[in-house]
DNA sequence: ACAAAGATCCGT
DNA sequence: CGGATCTTTGTA
């Protein structure tokens, strides 16, 4: 049983808790009580109004709003009316930025993390540290030399700089990738 | 009120 | 490479 993430660890800046989220454990609890653990291998950061790649660049809406509060809620979204994608939520209060989950050692790929942990609408806002339906729990801090880090993907229409900004983490010679 | 596009995945 | 499928957003 690994330690689970505690209150205050995603309220620092997106782009340093994104390489530090690599190799610990997602964690999702059905409504059937079974336990779904995975080790993250590969996340996304998007941050700030002024990325263009990031929804909090249309400000604050209905959909966007959860970025602005405190880091450590799950904001979760339909993309293509068919997947939801996993984020957490970062920074302090107004600062709008959020870490996609892309991958896990088990699942490979945005829209399959949420298919498998049956993600859904109901998820929005919800608190990481205190939900009993899915959390965060410290795993092995891989080393730096098997974290690399790349452009994010999909986000072409973002424009040249944020869509070559290197704000994609994820462990080299990992399997899913 | 309507049209367009999207942080994806799968089958052809 | 195109279709699935529906919410969010921009424009009128």
Redesign the pocket.
């Known amino acids: 049983m690994n330690k689970r993430i505690e209150e205050g660890y995603f309220s620092d800046d997106a782009l340093n808790i994104a390489p530090k989220l690599i190799g610990n454990y997602l964690v999702r609890r059905f409504d059937d009580n079974t336990l779904f653990k995975s080790k993250i291998t590969e996340v996304?950061v998007?941050r700030g109004e002024d990325d263009l790649?990031?929804?909090?660049s249309?400000g604050k809406?209905?959909?966007?709003k959860v970025m602005y509060d405190k880091g450590g809620k799950v904001?979760v979204?339909?993309?293509?009316?068919?997947?939801w994608?996993l984020?957490i939520t970062t920074g302090k209060i107004d600062e709008p930025q959020?870490i996609?989950i892309?991958g896990t050692e088990q699942i490979?790929?945005?829209?399959?993390?949420g298919r498998e942990l049956k993600l859904d609408a109901s998820f929005y806002g919800e608190n990481i540290y205190t939900s009993n339906r899915i959390w965060v729990e410290y795993g092995e801090t891989p080393p730096l030399d098997k974290i690399i880090t790349t452009p994010?993907?999909?986000?072409d229409?973002a424009g040249e700089f944020w869509a070559n900004i290197p704000w994609r983490w994820l462990l080299k010679n990992d399997k899913t990738i």
């Open positions: 996304e998007y790649a990031c929804h909090a249309k809406t209905k959909r966007t904001y979204y339909l993309i293509y009316g068919m997947y994608l984020n959020a996609l892309r490979s790929g945005p829209g399959r993390i994010r993907i999909g986000i229409y």
